[in-house]
């Protein structure tokens, strides 16, 4: 039913800065709450950053004063601009879209901070 597909990973150098994308398809995407995780190796997957359907955002306080996320709901997209990026924000990013009883994950993008 909803597919998400993320873009904009990569290798960077620490300090560096990225801006992620996640296009969603379907009719009601105004109405999901939009959450970026991430999940390096031997950890559990953690919350990056969140926007809910009316704009309130959340951060994990790792990420906080130097990531924003955002979303157009005209083009379907929700953002997570990165800066000031270090190596331990190296991990596979996953983006979610929640309502409700629903809930989608894309596939991942993975982000390489090297120092």
């Known amino acids: 039913q909803v597919q998400l597909v993320e873009s904009g990973g990569g290798l960077v150098q620490a300090g560096g800065s990225l801006r992620l994308s996640c296009a969603a398809s379907?009719?009601?995407?105004?109405?999901?709450?939009m959450g970026w995780y991430r999940q390096a190796p031997g950890k559990q997957r953690e919350l990056v950053a969140s926007v809910t359907n009316g704009g309130n955002t959340n951060y994990a306080d790792s990420v906080k004063g130097r990531s924003t996320i955002s979303r157009d709901n005209a083009k379907n997209t929700v953002y997570l601009q990165m800066n000031s990026l270090k190596p331990e924000d190296t991990a596979v990013y996953y983006c979610n879209a929640n309502w409700g009883i629903n809930n989608y994950w894309g596939q991942g993008t993975q982000v390489t901070v090297s120092s």
């Open positions: 379907g009719p009601i995407f105004r109405l999901f709450r």
